[in-house]
């Protein structure tokens, strides 16, 4: 016969056991009740409705409905919770629908700045597309010269022809250093850079007037009016 104790420890050996299986009883069922949100984000509310329905999930759609130049009429435009998200079946999710763009009347933007045009078209709810550039002395800098489509046009976007002003020509810096300063400076001048000397004391092995060191360096790029430092052994 067994004793009391050999009884006392299957009996609780057993209990164990069965706690160990309804704890992982109880975690499969739970995450059996459990299903991962999708991304409803741009879907239909039909497609969002349906897809929602086969993972039995309930959909919630907010009434008031939010402009989006990007995001179609009709479409779904946010939700919460987020895709990806671990919820309980039969929990609902709050989705808001877009508009779609907004659409006004195109405003005047012609000879304002770039920056001013564009908190005009802000202010009034559109977007600005594409912004080309132009180089003319025809008008000032950064100043719209055209706009697609024209003033009191019903539009979402509104795209801007942008002068930059008149290019200027672009030089590589030569590298300078070892050379005579004073021809160098005048073959500088000659181009329209604004170049000043000043002298140093340097290594006997200098003969004077040999340019040491140069601002800006060699390889930088430059433009006509920029100003040039040459500083040469005395």
């Given at each position: 016969m067994w004793s009391f104790g050999k009884i006392l420890l299957l009996a609780g050996a057993l209990a164990g056991t069965f706690f160990v299986f309804a704890g992982i009883a109880m975690r499969v069922a739970v995450r059996a009740r459990q299903v991962t949100v999708p991304d409803l984000a741009g879907k239909s509310i039909a497609d969002a409705t349906n897809l929602?329905?086969?993972?039995?999930?309930?959909?919630?759609?907010?009434?008031?409905?939010?402009?989006?130049?990007?995001?179609?009429?009709?479409?779904?435009?946010?939700?919460?919770?987020?895709?990806?998200?671990?919820?309980?079946?039969?929990?609902?999710?709050?989705?808001?629908?877009?508009?779609?763009?907004?659409?006004?009347?195109?405003?005047?933007?012609?000879?304002?700045?770039?920056?001013?045009?564009?908190?005009?078209?802000?202010?009034?709810?559109?977007?600005?597309?594409?912004?080309?550039?132009?180089?003319?002395?025809?008008?000032?800098?950064?100043?719209?010269?055209?706009?697609?489509?024209?003033?009191?046009?019903?539009t979402a976007e509104i795209r801007l022809l942008v002068n930059r002003g008149e290019d200027r020509a672009t030089y590589v810096m030569p590298d300078l250093i070892g050379l005579n300063g004073e021809r160098a400076a005048d073959v500088m001048r000659t181009r329209g850079f604004r170049v000043s000397i000043t002298s140093q004391s340097a290594s006997s092995a200098i003969p004077p007037g040999v340019v040491v060191r140069q601002t800006p360096n060699g390889g930088y790029q430059v433009h006509p009016g920029d100003a040039i430092a040459l500083e040469v052994s005395r």
């Open positions: 929602a329905s086969g993972l039995d999930l309930q959909l919630r759609i907010d009434d008031a409905r939010r402009p989006d130049p990007k995001v179609p009429a009709g479409s779904v435009l946010g939700q919460d919770p987020g895709p990806g998200s671990t919820v309980r079946r039969q929990r609902s999710v709050r989705v808001w629908v877009s508009a779609g763009a907004h659409i006004a009347l195109a405003p005047d933007l012609l000879g304002e700045t770039q920056r001013s045009a564009e908190i005009r078209v802000a202010q009034d709810g559109l977007m600005i597309g594409t912004v080309s550039e132009i180089r003319s002395n025809l008008y000032p800098p950064d100043i719209v010269v055209a706009q697609d489509p024209p003033p009191a046009t019903q």
